[in-house]
C-alpha cells in the first residue's frame, strides 16, 4: 500500500501562483511514477502531468504546458506541482496518484486532494 497526502491548495488570483504537494508513504517511493489530476465540478477528473519513479521523464497535458512544472524528490518521498500563471479554469480539486507503470491508464493509489481556487 502506499500512502498519498497532498497540501498546498488555496485561494489564488488569476496570475498567481501556488505549489502543491503530495508525501507519499509506504513502499519504496522511487519504484513509482507520480502523476497529478484534477477534478472541476461537474467534470470529469482530467490529467494533469506525471514523472516518472527516477524524475528524468515528465508529462504534461497542454493546456498547463509551460505554466505548470512536476517534481520529485526521492529523499523526502514527495511529489510537487509547481503552478504559474493561473487561471479560473484550473480551479478543481487537485488529486496525486501513483502507480509502478509509466503513464498508466489506471492508477493504482490516490490522495484525498486539495482544492485550488482561481479567482477572475
Known amino acids: 500500500q502506499v500512502q498519498l497526502v497532498e497540501s498546498g491548495g488555496g485561494l489564488v488570483q488569476a496570475g498567481g501562483s501556488l505549489r502543491l504537494s503530495c508525501a507519499a508513504s509506504?513502499?519504496?517511493?522511487?519504484?513509482?511514477?507520480m502523476g497529478w489530476f484534477r477534478q472541476a465540478p461537474g467534470k470529469e477528473r482530467e490529467f494533469v502531468a506525471a514523472i516518472s519513479g527516477s524524475g528524468r521523464n515528465t508529462y504534461y497535458t497542454d493546456s498547463v504546458k509551460g505554466r505548470f512544472t512536476i517534481s520529485r524528490n526521492n529523499a523526502k518521498n514527495t511529489v510537487y506541482l509547481q503552478m504559474n500563471s493561473l487561471k479560473p479554469e484550473d480551479t478543481a480539486v487537485y488529486y496525486c496518484?501513483?502507480?509502478?507503470?509509466?503513464?498508466?491508464?489506471?492508477?493504482?493509489?490516490w490522495g484525498q486532494g486539495t482544492q485550488v481556487t482561481v479567482s477572475s
Open positions: 496518484a501513483a502507480d509502478q507503470t509509466w503513464l498508466a491508464t489506471m492508477w493504482d493509489y
Open positions: 509506504g513502499r519504496t517511493f522511487s519504484n513509482y511514477a
